[in-house]
């Protein structure tokens, strides 16, 4: 349920923040980029679309994405979305509790689109 919630909730931050946010407008104004965040069983799932400055976030399993993020299960994606240590995705991939699926490069891209947000 909280790692749910948590999705939810920062699909609404960062539309809101294409929005009203000027540095993050400019990151993403030339992105076409979908974002999966799921547990490894799909029961919970969340994808992030970019379109071009514009953000949208619809729930539920899919496959047409460009990264995906894939937790253990939900716990563990909750632990390290609102984790404030830096390597914590890092840590949770070495330690077998996160794959990441799609190209690499969209996953560090996304990182890099919510810290402009949530810091």
């Given at each position: 349920?909280?790692?749910?919630?948590?999705?939810?909730?920062?699909?609404?931050?960062?539309?809101?923040?294409?929005?009203?946010?000027?540095?993050?407008?400019?990151?993403?104004?030339?992105?076409?980029?979908?974002?999966?965040?799921?547990?490894?069983?799909?029961?919970?799932a969340?994808?992030?679309?970019?379109?071009?400055?514009?953000?949208?976030?619809?729930?539920?399993?899919?496959?047409?994405?460009?990264?995906?993020?894939?937790?253990?299960?939900?716990?563990?994606?909750?632990?390290?979305?609102?984790?404030?240590?830096?390597?914590?995705?890092?840590?949770?991939?070495?330690?077998?509790?996160?794959?990441i699926?799609?190209?690499s490069?969209f996953?560090?891209?996304?990182?890099?689109?919510?810290?402009?947000?949530?810091?």
């Amino acid at each position: 349920m909280h790692f749910s919630l948590l999705l939810f909730a920062l699909g609404y931050i960062l539309k809101i923040a294409s929005i009203v946010s000027r540095p993050f407008k400019r990151f993403i104004r030339k992105a076409d980029v979908r974002v999966l965040i799921k547990t490894a069983d799909g029961s919970r799932a969340r994808s992030f679309v970019f379109n071009k400055g514009k953000v949208s976030s619809l729930a539920g399993n899919r496959e047409d994405f460009d990264v995906a993020l894939i937790f253990l299960d939900a716990a563990t994606g909750f632990r390290v979305l609102t984790s404030k240590r830096k390597d914590a995705s890092f840590n949770a991939a070495a330690e077998g509790k996160l794959k990441i699926a799609g190209m690499s490069f969209f996953a560090q891209w996304f990182e890099d689109a919510t810290k402009l947000v949530l810091s």
